[in-house]
């Protein structure tokens, strides 16, 4: 499997950046798949996770009503759009997808990673 993230960059506080992973390899789709950040010196935490069926089952507080996942199932593309965004949003985001069931919680939990995109907001 390989993610690979494109979209990253720089924007203005209150601008917005949307971030890509296409995903390729032997996968059906099915399985859960979302993105992640990390800060220097810090666990990469969660950003938002969508399941198997599409549905966003997990946003963090810190980014609710500012990022959304959207999923293109025929290119199988995920997309973070990403509006209104702080210069707290500045980190490395990672997309990551489990080839196991089920949609966790930890970073450790996750299968396959992309290369990491930086985001920078200033």
């Known amino acids: 499997v390989q993610l690979v993230e494109s979209g990253g960059g720089s924007a203005q506080a209150g601008g917005s950046l949307t971030l890509s992973c296409e995903v390729s390899?032997?996968?059906?789709?099915?399985?859960?798949i979302g993105w992640f950040r990390q800060y220097p010196g810090k666990e990469r935490e969660r950003v938002a996770t969508?399941?198997?069926?599409?549905?966003?089952?997990y946003t963090a507080p810190s980014v609710k009503g500012r990022f959304t996942l959207v999923k293109d199932k025929d290119k199988n593309v995920l997309y973070l759009q990403m509006n209104s965004l702080k210069v707290e949003d500045t980190a490395i985001y990672y997309c990551?997808?489990?080839?196991?069931?089920?949609?966790?919680?930890?970073?450790?939990?996750?299968?396959?990673w992309g290369q990491g995109t930086q985001v920078t907001v200033s």
């Open positions: 990551a997808v489990r080839l196991n069931s089920g949609c966790p919680v930890r970073w450790a939990d996750f299968s396959a």
């Open positions: 390899g032997s996968i059906d789709g099915t399985n859960c």
């Open positions: 969508m399941d198997g069926y599409g549905q966003t089952v």
